[in-house]
């Protein structure tokens, strides 16, 4: 929506509250009076931060929550899943036998020795679960991996894998 049709329905919106709070006369519609006094804020608050905010305010975020995206990274850098639970819902012990590597059954790495290659980057297939914007970053947050900066997409994630072993490949030469 532009800022012509929005600044149209809040000025339509205005003249309506405005009608009714001068036609709700007495005090038993003191309650009415107030709620479309609110409203009536809610709008001027709206209409002010639309007309103080340069047109261009959108950001496009790099992937949706959800999707699959392929991250360079070391073992060492990803944390181990805890395979049951600590405490069961008596308060009782859970069923926990300790942590494994989420990517176990889908190691990019040619070894069973985990420790010969936990400095070793690789590519890891990964799913978007939460985006964090506050003033300063964009963050994303995966399933697996540590949490990256909006900005690491295109340099240590990739929305394809094909994109990410190229990237791997050129830091290798």
Same mark, same amino acid.
């Given at each position: !929506? +532009? @800022? $012509?049709?929005? +600044? &149209? *329905?809040? +000025?339509?919106r205005? *003249?309506? %509250?405005?009608?009714? #709070? +001068?036609? &709700?006369?007495?005090? @038993?519609?003191? %309650?009415?009076?107030?709620? !479309?006094a609110n409203r009536l804020?809610?709008?001027?608050?709206?209409?002010?931060? #639309?007309?103080?905010?340069?047109?261009?305010?959108?950001?496009t975020l790099p992937c949706k929550v959800g999707d699959t995206v392929y991250i360079i990274e070391q073992c060492c850098n990803i944390e181990g899943k805890l395979d049951g639970t600590l405490w069961d819902g008596g308060g009782g012990y859970g069923t926990a036998?300790?942590?494994y590597c989420p990517y176990e059954d889908r190691c990019p790495h040619?070894?069973? $020795?985990?420790? !010969?290659s936990k400095q070793?980057?690789?590519?890891?297939?990964d799913e978007a679960k939460q #985006? #964090?914007?506050?003033e300063n970053y964009i963050t994303i947050i995966f399933e697996n991996c540590n949490g990256k900066y909006a900005s690491d997409f295109g340099k240590t994630v990739f929305l394809s894998r094909?994109? &990410?072993?190229? &990237? %791997?490949? @050129?830091a290798g030469e």
């Open positions: !929506m +532009n @800022k $012509d049709k929005l +600044n &149209a *329905y809040i +000025n339509q205005k *003249y309506e %509250i405005h009608t009714g #709070i +001068n036609a &709700a006369v007495g005090s @038993k519609y003191e %309650i009415e009076r107030r709620l !479309m804020d809610e709008l001027l608050e709206l209409e002010k931060f #639309i007309q103080s905010e340069p047109e261009e305010t959108c950001i036998t300790g942590y040619d070894t069973d $020795d985990c420790d !010969m070793d980057k690789a590519v890891f297939e #985006i #964090i914007i506050d094909e994109e &990410a072993q190229e &990237a %791997i490949e @050129k």
